[in-house]
């Protein structure tokens, strides 16, 4: 089953969101409005107390793995996992416990940490390491593991945001056309 309810939260999807019938989306999830969320995807809200929060026009890419940091005694409050608009997660990302803000690319095979606070347009190099409660500053494409700000985003590097999230827009659209699943 792709959508699960867990502890009584169901996942709560926008319009027209595809979810691939190969993913899972467990528990207190909120996709928003024409996001995606492709082959093998797993997204596991199942923390009581902190959630998954997935903005419009977001693509989650084959392979990705998202879940949150329990609240306990190490850690009273947890770690919810929000992601803003526009945003691409690359295939075979993790994401755990993070704020990611809006227009973000996070590369292929990137693994974002508890606590960690990424801002609005910001390029996350494929293979980069961001550990927990590092903040990553807008405006800059950050490589390494563990990452290092690289330099200044371009204004081409810029535009690429809305570009890509529109393509994903298109190709997400094509697969509920053709049968694919939809919340």
């Not at 699960?4 to 467990?26: E, K, N, W, Y």
């Not at 298109?170 to 939809?182: T, W």
Request: glycine residues 14%.
């Amino acid at each position: 089953m792709t959508l699960r309810t867990f502890q009584g939260r169901a996942p709560q999807l926008g319009a027209r969101v595809f979810v691939d019938p190969s993913a899972v989306v467990i528990g207190d999830v909120t996709l928003g409005d024409d996001s995606s969320v492709w082959p093998l995807t797993v997204i596991r809200g199942d923390m009581h107390g902190v959630a998954i929060r997935i903005g419009a026009r977001t693509s989650i890419q084959d392979g990705s793995m998202l879940h949150l940091t329990h609240a306990g005694p190490f850690n009273p409050d947890g770690y919810a996992l929000s992601i803003g608009d526009e945003v691409i997660v690359g295939h075979k990302v993790v994401l755990h416990g993070c704020s990611i803000g809006n227009r973000v690319l996070v590369g292929m095979g990137a693994i974002v940490m508890d606590g960690a606070v990424v801002e609005d347009e910001v390029v996350i190099g494929a293979g980069s390491l961001v550990p927990p409660g590092k903040r990553l500053e807008s405006g800059y494409l950050y490589v390494g593991s563990p990452v290092r700000q690289a330099r200044p985003l371009n204004d081409k590097e810029r535009a690429f945001f809305a570009y890509s999230a529109g393509s994903y827009v298109k190709l997400k659209d094509q697969h509920l056309i053709e049968g694919g699943s939809q919340g």
